[in-house]
């Protein structure tokens, strides 16, 4: 069973930084594809952006260009930098790994104007 654990969530002004971790346990790591989806307040779970065990890289057309993900396969975890952030980035965020699909608990983040 994979276990996922999130890390950097918080409040941030607009245009302000952070930097998401998600760090796996008990999956092979370098062999899954992972990413992130985020939920806002009464909208549906949306995809983020996802990086392929290749690191081949895919991202959402709203955080294109501001997001980044990267992957530390030594320390089997994911990370998502987020700069230029906007209010409608505020969401819970989640990290996911495919292979088998497994989610994280979720970090908060909000973005104040």
């Known amino acids: 069973q994979v276990q996922l654990v999130e890390s950097g969530g918080g409040l941030v002004q607009a245009g302000g930084s952070l930097r998401l971790s998600c760090a796996a346990s008990?999956?092979?790591?370098?062999?899954?594809?992972m990413g992130w989806y985020r939920q806002a307040p009464g909208k549906q779970r949306e995809f983020v952006a996802i990086?392929?065990?290749?690191?081949?890289?895919n991202y959402a057309e709203s955080v294109k260009g501001r997001f980044t993900i990267s992957r530390d396969n030594t320390k089997n975890t994911v990370f998502l930098q987020m700069d230029s952030l906007k209010p409608e980035d505020t969401a819970v965020y989640y990290c996911f790994f495919s292979t088998p699909l497994s989610w994280g608990q979720g970090t908060q983040v909000t973005v104040s104007s």
């Open positions: 990086i392929s065990s290749g690191d081949t890289t």
């Open positions: 008990g999956g092979i790591f370098r062999f899954s594809a």
